[in-house]
């Protein structure tokens, strides 16, 4: 074969959600692309892990680590799920926001709800606003909107920080990321999490889906793209340095990506190694880019790259319901329900009467939050894993999927071992004897004293003095594991969200990861694609509308692009 038509060999350096859908869209085209994914883990999937728990204790064998679940609109992870045989499962996002007095949730009105009830008709206007001039916005933080707008601080601390930390796990960052962001949330369809509610800020409890165990399904993936024989997988493997990214005028050499790299294993490294490749996608952090860069990175890619902001947080999962009782409200009690006003109708009194009764009988937070007492402004966020995972509930590692069903592309791809392992009927039986209690809809669980809780203590470097992570029982600490997350502040929307198109495709080198937009798996499954995109792959899933709306706008927006002439339909797409 000739030279002009040897395929283009790639580098991915990243084996997570981003690094993962860029391998699949290039292992479609085996003609076209040999690919080499590098990453230093023993495991595909990045920060969507999967950690065993003691199942004769807790009532289920594992857990899903660092990612949780996803929005239903999320149409490029569910897709590409069902293809490898596996499902989320639905749930309703019920929250539990503050303590006593501050207390408000979206399964029935509360006191606090009523105190501001104002100010949420206001909110209203204001997301409007915000849609309507959202180029201006995009630059004004949070903090300076709710002053714009004369909102209260109290609202603000209570009510809109805790949300925002709900939508995009910003933690104590939440008074900066973007106000055009916030509108998002509520009014993108591609992006929208909860409907606005005039009397109550949130409409209802809104479904959501919890992803099936996320180690089988990188696992799954990864032999689903190993399988067309052009992608290798060097797990593992640490790139060290980005060498050159230019061709070196060597005859020998023709490829202009020049990569180190270093095998870690056990503890132990080998000697660093070299490769050569023609073109470069980095599916890691901004930060992490910079570094392997090194001078190799233009002067605009050390101002783009150079804007995004990372904050570190420690998750600590443990099973100790003291502590969650002392900061935050974990069962319904009646003393924080909303005044019936006289003023209402008979039928406003009717429903609200409904929603008590309702959280009399369903109250089941799966996400918390609370405020710090000498800073408002800063929140801890908890998760009740138990309420939110279905496995606790006796589903499968694969979820609720029949391995006949053929729907919607399910099971679409030749099954893997371990699919067909995690599908198996006996997986949900795991221990059923520890499921004591009932959840809503009366399936077994665990009772509340075994539940799994999850608590996140958030910017180490700016609020540690506040946390109160020394109170959890350390005979009931499971595990334990730090994070390096994303900040979306409001300089992320000005300084490097715009900015992304004109650093994508230069030099051979291509970026991928939600930090480029948003922190979302679904954004990194859609950046992958789209890196894939720009190589020449084709989009995998062409032609289903649900996923390429986020698609098309990833590809205007970080890419300055177009779908191709052949993909596009009608004159304006």
């Given amino acids: 074969m000739s030279s002009a038509h040897a395929p283009k060999r790639v580098c991915i350096v990243g084996a997570g959600a981003s690094g993962m859908s860029a391998a699949y869209a290039l292992s479609r085209h085996p003609d076209r692309f040999q690919v080499t994914v590098y990453d230093k883990q023993t495991v595909t999937g990045g920060m969507a892990t999967s950690i065993d728990i003691d199942a004769n204790k807790y009532g289920a064998s594992y857990i899903n680590d660092g990612v949780q679940g996803c929005s239903p609109v999320f149409a490029n992870t569910m897709r590409m799920f069902r293809m490898l045989g596996f499902e989320a499962t639905e749930v309703g996002m019920q929250i539990s926001f503050g ?32 849609k309507k001039f959202e180029p201006i916005f995009a630059m004004i933080p949070v903090h300076t909107m709710l002053k714009m707008f004369g909102f209260s601080t109290d609202f603000g601390n209570k009510m809109v920080y805790p949300l925002v930390a709900l939508f995009f796990g910003t933690g ?174 008979a039928q406003e009194r009717h429903e609200t009467v409904e929603a008590f009764e309702f959280a009399k009988n369903n109250f089941r937070p799966l996400y ?57 009927e006996t997986k949900g039986k795991i221990d059923a004897s520890v499921r004591t209690g009932r959840d809503a809809e009366r399936s077994a669980e665990p009772p509340l004293e075994q539940h799994v809780f999850q608590t996140i203590f958030l910017d180490r470097d700016g609020s540690q003095d506040l946390w109160t992570w020394k109170e959890i029982d350390p005979a009931k600490k499971i595990y334990e594991k730090w994070w390096k997350q994303q900040s979306h502040r409001w300089q992320h929307y000005a300084g490097t969200v715009p900015w992304m198109m004109w ?23 859609t950046s992958g694609f789209a890196a894939a995109y720009r190589l020449g792959a084709d989009y995998p899933f062409r032609g289903d ?17 177009r779908m191709r002439k052949e993909d596009r339909k009608g004159v304006f797409a």
């Fill in 99 to 130: 303590k006593d007095k501050d207390f408000w949730t979206n399964v029935y009105p509360t006191a606090l709800v009523a105190q501001f009830q104002k100010d949420i008709v206001k909110f209203g206007h204001a997301l409007s606003t915000i």
């Fill in 545 to 561: 509308e649900d996923c390429e709306r986020l698609f098309r706008m990833y590809l205007a927006a970080s890419h300055g692009v």
């Fill in 368 to 424: 918390y939050t609370m405020q710090y007492l000498q800073d408002p402004s800063k929140i801890e966020m908890s998760f009740d894993l138990t309420h939110y995972q279905p496995q606790f509930r006796g589903e499968k590692p694969a979820g609720p999927i029949d391995p006949k069903d053929k729907a919607d592309h399910r099971n679409e791809c030749e099954p893997a071992d371990i699919t067909r392992e995690a599908q198996g």
């Fill in 503 to 525: 650093i994508n495709g230069k030099n051979n080198t291509y970026y991928a990861g939600a930090w480029s937009v948003l922190n979302m798996h679904e954004l990194a499954v």
């Fill in 172 to 345: 104590n960052q939440t008074p900066y990321i973007s106000s055009a962001i916030l509108e998002r949330v509520f009014k993108d369809p591609s992006m929208r999490l909860f409907e606005f509610s005039e009397k109550s800020l949130l409409a209802s409890i809104p479904t959501m889906l919890a992803f099936p165990k996320l180690h089988d399904v990188y696992k799954a993936w990864k032999e689903e793209i190993a399988s067309r024989g052009n992608v290798t997988f060097k797990l593992h493997h640490e790139v060290t340095q980005i060498i050159s990214r230019h061709s070196e005028g060597k005859a020998s050499i023709s490829s202009p990506v020049h990569i180190k790299y270093k095998v870690t294993h056990n503890g132990l490294e080998s000697k660093p190694k070299e490769a050569y490749f023609d073109e470069l996608i980095l599916a890691i952090d901004a930060d992490s880019c910079l570094q392997l860069l090194g001078k190799e990175a233009s002067w605009l890619e050390k101002k783009v790259l150079g804007n995004v902001k990372y904050l570190y947080d420690v998750t600590i999962t443990h099973n100790d319901l003291e502590y969650m009782q002392k900061y935050y409200e974990t069962r319904y009690d009646s003393s924080h329900n909303a005044p019936l006003e006289a003023s209402s109708s």
